[in-house]
T-cell receptor, first 115, second 113 residues
Framework: GDSVTQMEGPVTLSEEAFLTINCTYT??????LFWYVQYPGEGLQLLLK?????DKGSNKGFEATYRKETTSFHLEKGSVQVSDSAVYFC??????????????FGKGTLLTVNP | NAGVTQTPKFQVLKTGQSMTLQCAQD?????MYWYRQDPGMGLRLIYY???????DKGEVPNGYNVSRLNKREFSLRLESAAPSQTSVYFC????????????FGPGTRLTVT
């Protein structure tokens, strides 16, 4: 079945540091890939997505490239801010038959950015 | 647009009690989902409804039932709550299609004692 593996946290960085959170996946077919962010006490919000190989998703300074050859979708940001402190989830969506498009999530990575 | 709304925000139950978590979306989405979030486990799908009138089991359906009341509303029922169901529950909705993201509600924090 489908699965997503992302680097375990927690990750602690200083403000303006470079961020990478690794994500690899296993899926049949050609999934769409997503990064979601969860701020403390809130629900998940879509951060960015990519729907086919070599697509780059970007938003709020974050980027991730859909690499089919390495089955990866690593999240990067060049200069993190304190406000980026949150839990980040990698996810994929693949057809499971008919019109059922379910998301499979990684376990999440807690990022803390210190001033 | 309110997006996805969930009630209640917090709930404490005793073992064996029942309750229904409510979810509604105003985005005219076809598909709706219920997840639970536990520390170190990510989000796990409980049930989903690909379209009005259909529901299917997800990864962890035992102990739960769902009702897709209409296109807007999708409720989750715990018939006899157990301490193992202590969790944060999220409802989500989406346009039908694997390229489309899901929109999440703010969550319900449930404690079963």
């Amino acid at each position: 079945g489908d699965s997503v593996t992302q680097m375990e946290g927690p990750v602690t960085l200083s403000e303006e540091a470079f961020l990478t959170i690794n994500c690899t996946y296993t899926a049949t077919g050609y999934p769409s890939l997503f990064w979601y962010v969860q701020y403390p006490g809130e629900g998940l919000q879509l951060l960015l997505k990519a729907t086919k190989a070599d697509d780059k998703g970007s938003n709020k300074g974050f980027e991730a490239t859909y690499r089919k050859e390495t089955t990866s979708f690593h999240l990067e940001k060049g200069s993190v801010q304190v406000s980026d402190s949150a839990v980040y989830f990698c996810a994929l969506s693949d057809r499971s038959g008919g019109s059922n498009y379910k998301l499979t999530f990684g376990k999440g990575t807690l990022l803390t950015v210190n001033p | 647009n309110a997006g996805v709304t969930q009630t209640p925000k917090f709930q404490v139950l005793k073992t064996g009690q029942s309750m229904t978590l409510q979810c509604a979306q105003d985005m005219n989405h076809n598909s709706m989902y219920w997840y639970r979030q536990d520390p170190g486990m990510g989000l796990r799908l409980i049930y989903y409804s690909a379209s009005e009138g259909t529901t299917d089991k997800g990864e962890v359906p035992n102990g739960y039932n769902v009702s897709r009341l209409n296109k807007r509303e999708f409720s989750l029922r715990l018939e006899s709550a157990a301490p193992s169901q202590t969790s944060v529950y999220f409802c989500a909705s989406s346009v039908a299609g694997h390229a489309y993201e899901q929109y999440f509600g703010p969550g319900t924090r449930l404690t079963v004692t």
